[in-house]
């Protein structure tokens, strides 16, 4: 069973978390000194929230998370019938998990992320798609991990294979 994913960029690590553990009535599953992360299962949600990310506090991105490859490779394809461009990731570090993702915008800027995580890591980590798509787009920041530079990045449909080809 896929689980919704909420981001939020928070100003105040410490008194938000004190918000949300109140507000969901348990601590998070994951804290870190920048990062922290509840797995709910009433309502069934992964809510993160983060001091980083290189853009101010609010939403960061929405996201499904996936439980299996399989449920994955699903959302996936529904993605590529999007016609909006798509930034894929195997194998990356991010809100100290490994996982597999694909990244991309709705119509109206808002960034989305699909993913499947199976470990944990000590560190953040960084975006390597946005590296990549910085690269291909003159200079894009790519600090952090996120998706802050996909709502920059709003290409036709028929260019995207352009910036997002492996």
């Known amino acids: 069973m896929k689980r919704f994913h909420v981001h939020v960029t928070v100003e105040d690590l410490t008194q938000s978390v004190r918000f949300y553990s109140t507000l969901f009535a348990t601590e998070p599953t994951v804290l870190k000194p920048d990062y922290a992360k509840w797995m709910l299962e009433d309502p069934r949600v992964n809510f993160a929230i983060s001091t980083g990310g290189g853009h101010g506090a609010g939403i960061s ?53 699909t993913f499947y995580t199976y470990g944990e890591s000590t560190v953040y980590g960084r975006s390597a798609a946005f590296e990549k798509l910085g690269e291909a787009s ?29």
Do not use: F, M
């Open 61 to 113: 991105h929405l996201g499904i998370q996936a439980e299996d490859q399989g449920e994955l490779a699903e959302i996936y394809g529904r993605l590529a019938e999007a016609e909006r461009p798509v930034l894929e990731e195997k194998a990356t570090t991010c809100c100290y998990a490994r996982s597999d993702k694909q990244w991309i915008a709705d119509p109206q800027g808002v960034p989305w992320e």
């Open 138 to 166: 003159g200079g894009l920041s790519t600090c952090g991990c996120g998706p802050s530079e996909v709502t920059k990045l709003q290409p036709e449909p028929a260019t995207a294979g352009a910036c997002c080809s492996d």
